[in-house]
């Protein structure tokens, strides 16, 4: 006995005074994980959101191929319009030059045939390379675009994953709950891309 206090009440306070810093220790420990925890969640939020900007930057430029085929056609639109009138003209000399000659339904027949055949395959070889060459383009472009997503988008499930295995050691607590919940949106998000 120590004064008014026997020793096992001494030892039974020193028992209290250790278990009460322990608490605070971990409590503290605690706070510093989930702080810790928050900043990593930040910095993963704008990696998101720097791709989302990246994938709506590449789409409008895929946008812009396709309104700049939107062009051409209407230029091909334009000229087959002329070519329909030089036709029409062509047609009344044609009656006029019927008239007037006795074998003229076999000379225009092959004038047709010959005229046509020159004209569509002029066309059809300007097009084919034309189109060729865009489609070439075209399929490049996607093919970069689709691996790059594919890699960053490998990249930040990978990041989540880890910070998933390491949040898992506070599952006894509230904020964990909530970040994982995040994390699955974030996930669920990120698939979208990937298929």
Known sequence: ?????????????????TTAGAVITLFVSNIRDNRA???EFEILSK??????SILSNENTGLSKEHDDLSREHKSIKSDTGYIRDEMLAEKMARESLYRNTSNAEEILDKLDFMREVVIQNSELHAENKRLSSKVATLQNDKQELLDEKAEETQKLLTTISSFRSQLAEFENYRE??????????IESSLSEYTN
């Open 1 to 17: 006995m120590i004064g008014e206090y026997s020793t096992i009440d001494w030892v039974t306070l020193g028992g209290i005074a």
């Open 37 to 39: 925890v928050m900043r």
């Open 47 to 52: 990696e998101i959101s720097n791709e989302r």
């Open 176 to 185: 964990a709950e909530e970040i994982q919940s995040l994390l699955r949106k």
